[in-house]
């Protein structure tokens, strides 16, 4: 995971010295005195070494502009307006968690005569893993980050003089208990237990850390509208960003999307009514799931979105989209 | 970030170690510390002499005995009708106090777990000593506040490694001593191995 070293001196013989990030322990190769980093409180602060340069940031925005489903001539029509780097810090947390996950699972049968049995299947899960978690340290604004991708890198405090540094906004508290709640909610889901009736997880703390993170902030025009997008001082890849849409192939997708959903949802009435059989009730679901995955894809009109934006929720659902399927089925039945 | 050279809060003696281990061993007055940004914090500790006969590579791992009141309020099992039996005929098992050994190097989960039960359901009999005979020993990775966390962790695992599976446990465990303990161990291809 963390792949980070910060270059130091030893305070004994002088001798330069390089400590991982997170390590609070280090031995000096020259004269095997053993040192000790203390840290602000307990959080040790590391500065990622930008880089890229200007050139290279804009040039991962205009391939940016090139990828999906953007307007088409956005590469050609797109202008760079502002480009400039600056640090966000970042909490960077690891966490172990431990513990069991009792319950059970349901599993329903049907044998060839078509008597359906379900059988409950007992399970005690232990869970046991590290975790890292991240998340923001300042207001955002709307660049559309929230976490932190990439945690190896080089580091150096040096850039922190010459870039603008957004200061730290939150609690280390807040941001450890939140890694705690993640911690907990990844040990109980990998656990698989649908049903559970005990549950006792503990998540620790091992080692909390604050990342000042190199982003270019690329702002561009189209057709008069201003965009803004995000990329990785680090690695050179787009975080987020906002970019337009190509009318013609939404349009296009939408118009397939309702009319293959529409189909299939009054075939499947259909189906039902003519030959009375339960069957047709899948074409109803399926004509529904299509419905409500073209809205999913497409809500935010012509606009793509990319990143942690306010506005953008996690992508389509499918079991969400599944289980509005089966209470349609449900009610109708 | 602040480098500072780890000096002995005992007798003031530099620290020099081969492993990032931060239980600092003092060569010169054998006193264990550990740091924080509160500063040093001694750490009461014992050392477990290796059997003589034990062949292979040998080192010391260090574990966290906590003297543990466990008491179990209720359980539900389903299934390990013959052990649930056995144990309403010995008069019931509803806990009580328990040396819990929770491992303090950093172990893979299958190890931390096969150590952690063997040794708490069989505590290692030794004599104490407090040097470590030029035996090296494994960095301690596990803090006592999260030994202590990690000891409900352990007690809840001894319930479930009985026949049956658990689906209930209502508990109270109370931790009223933790000690640093060093056990010799050899190692194995299938893992590291108790070597007293």
Redesign the interface.
Same mark, same amino acid.
């Given at each position: 995971m963390g792949d980070i070293t &910060?270059g130091?001196?030893?305070? $004994?013989c002088g001798g330069a010295?390089t400590?991982a990030e997170g390590?609070? &322990?280090?031995?000096c190769q020259y004269c !095997?005195?053993?040192?000790? $980093?203390? !840290?602000? @409180? !307990?959080v040790?602060?590391i500065a990622f070494k930008n880089k890229l340069d200007e050139r290279t940031a804009i040039g991962a925005a205009q391939a940016w502009w090139g990828k999906g489903f953007k307007a088409r001539d956005l590469k050609r029509t797109g202008a760079v307006t502002e480009c400039y780097p600056i640090y966000i810090p970042f909490w960077d947390i690891r966490t172990?968690v $431990?513990?069991?996950v009792? !319950?059970?699972e349901e599993r329903t049968r049907s044998d060839s005569k078509g008597n359906t049995k379900t059988e409950r299947i007992? @399970?005690?899960e +232990?869970v046991? +893993?590290d975790l890292a978690y991240s998340e923001i340290a300042c207001d955002p604004g709307d660049l559309g980050l929230r976490s932190l991708r990439n945690f190896s890198g080089e580091s150096t405090f040096e850039d922190l003089d010459m870039i603008p540094t957004f200061e730290s906004t939150t609690s280390r508290d807040d941001a450890d208990a939140h890694a705690r709640s993640d911690a907990i909610a990844r040990g109980r889901s990998s656990a698989h237990v649908p049903h559970i009736?005990?549950e006792?997880l503990?998540a620790?703390v @091992?080692r909390t850390s604050m990342i000042y993170y190199p982003i270019w902030v690329v702002r561009y025009t189209y057709q008069d509208r201003m965009y803004l997008l995000t990329v990785d001082g680090v690695t050179g890849q787009v975080l987020s960003g906002r970019a337009p849409g190509d009318p013609l192939f939404q349009s296009l997708a939408v118009t397939a999307g309702t009319s293959i959903g529409g189909l299939a949802a009054a075939g499947g009435v259909l189906f039902t009514i003519n030959t009375g059989s339960e069957f047709g009730i899948a074409g109803v679901i399926l004509g529904f799931i299509i419905l409500g995955a073209t809205y999913v894809f497409f809500r935010h009109g012509s606009e793509i979105i990319q990143g942690d934006f306010a506005d953008r929720k996690k992508g389509p659902d499918m079991r969400q989209l599944g289980n509005i399927g089966k209470m349609i089925g449900g009610a109708y039945r | 970030m602040k480098i500072i050279q780890v000096k002995c809060p005992n007798c003031g003696q530099a620290i020099y170690q081969k492993t990032k281990d931060e239980m600092f061993l003092c060569q010169n007055c054998g006193t264990i510390h550990y740091r924080d940004d509160k500063g040093p914090h001694r750490v009461p500790f014992e050392v477990a002499p290796p059997n003589p006969n034990s062949g292979g590579q040998r080192f010391y791992m260090p574990f966290w005995r906590l003297r543990c009141d466990f008491h179990i309020r209720s359980r539900d099992v389903q299934g390990g009708l013959l052990h649930k039996l056995a144990t309403t005929l010995r008069g019931g098992d509803n806990g009580g106090n328990l040396y819990i050994f929770v491992p303090a190097a950093e172990l893979d989960t299958t190890t931390f777990r096969r150590l952690a039960v063997a040794l708490t359901t069989s505590p290692p009999q030794y004599p104490v000593r407090q040097d470590f005979g030029g035996i090296e020993r494994v960095p301690t990775a596990i803090g006592q506040d999260e030994a202590i966390e990690m000891a409900d962790f352990v007690a809840v695992t001894l319930e479930a490694e009985k026949p049956g599976t658990l689906q209930y446990l209502d508990y109270e465990l109370k931790v009223l001593e933790a000690k640093l303990i060093y056990l010799p161990m050899v190692s194995t291809p299938s893992g590291p191995w108790l070597a007293i």
């Amino acid at each position: 995971m963390g792949d980070i070293t &910060v270059g130091l001196n030893c305070p $004994a013989c002088g001798g330069a010295i390089t400590i991982a990030e997170g390590e609070s &322990v280090v031995n000096c190769q020259y004269c !095997g005195s053993t040192l000790y $980093a203390e !840290g602000d @409180k !307990g959080v040790q602060t590391i500065a990622f070494k930008n880089k890229l340069d200007e050139r290279t940031a804009i040039g991962a925005a205009q391939a940016w502009w090139g990828k999906g489903f953007k307007a088409r001539d956005l590469k050609r029509t797109g202008a760079v307006t502002e480009c400039y780097p600056i640090y966000i810090p970042f909490w960077d947390i690891r966490t172990r968690v $431990a513990g069991w996950v009792c !319950g059970y699972e349901e599993r329903t049968r049907s044998d060839s005569k078509g008597n359906t049995k379900t059988e409950r299947i007992y @399970k005690e899960e +232990m869970v046991l +893993m590290d975790l890292a978690y991240s998340e923001i340290a300042c207001d955002p604004g709307d660049l559309g980050l929230r976490s932190l991708r990439n945690f190896s890198g080089e580091s150096t405090f040096e850039d922190l003089d010459m870039i603008p540094t957004f200061e730290s906004t939150t609690s280390r508290d807040d941001a450890d208990a939140h890694a705690r709640s993640d911690a907990i909610a990844r040990g109980r889901s990998s656990a698989h237990v649908p049903h559970i009736t005990f549950e006792n997880l503990h998540a620790l703390v @091992k080692r909390t850390s604050m990342i000042y993170y190199p982003i270019w902030v690329v702002r561009y025009t189209y057709q008069d509208r201003m965009y803004l997008l995000t990329v990785d001082g680090v690695t050179g890849q787009v975080l987020s960003g906002r970019a337009p849409g190509d009318p013609l192939f939404q349009s296009l997708a939408v118009t397939a999307g309702t009319s293959i959903g529409g189909l299939a949802a009054a075939g499947g009435v259909l189906f039902t009514i003519n030959t009375g059989s339960e069957f047709g009730i899948a074409g109803v679901i399926l004509g529904f799931i299509i419905l409500g995955a073209t809205y999913v894809f497409f809500r935010h009109g012509s606009e793509i979105i990319q990143g942690d934006f306010a506005d953008r929720k996690k992508g389509p659902d499918m079991r969400q989209l599944g289980n509005i399927g089966k209470m349609i089925g449900g009610a109708y039945r | 970030m602040k480098i500072i050279q780890v000096k002995c809060p005992n007798c003031g003696q530099a620290i020099y170690q081969k492993t990032k281990d931060e239980m600092f061993l003092c060569q010169n007055c054998g006193t264990i510390h550990y740091r924080d940004d509160k500063g040093p914090h001694r750490v009461p500790f014992e050392v477990a002499p290796p059997n003589p006969n034990s062949g292979g590579q040998r080192f010391y791992m260090p574990f966290w005995r906590l003297r543990c009141d466990f008491h179990i309020r209720s359980r539900d099992v389903q299934g390990g009708l013959l052990h649930k039996l056995a144990t309403t005929l010995r008069g019931g098992d509803n806990g009580g106090n328990l040396y819990i050994f929770v491992p303090a190097a950093e172990l893979d989960t299958t190890t931390f777990r096969r150590l952690a039960v063997a040794l708490t359901t069989s505590p290692p009999q030794y004599p104490v000593r407090q040097d470590f005979g030029g035996i090296e020993r494994v960095p301690t990775a596990i803090g006592q506040d999260e030994a202590i966390e990690m000891a409900d962790f352990v007690a809840v695992t001894l319930e479930a490694e009985k026949p049956g599976t658990l689906q209930y446990l209502d508990y109270e465990l109370k931790v009223l001593e933790a000690k640093l303990i060093y056990l010799p161990m050899v190692s194995t291809p299938s893992g590291p191995w108790l070597a007293i």
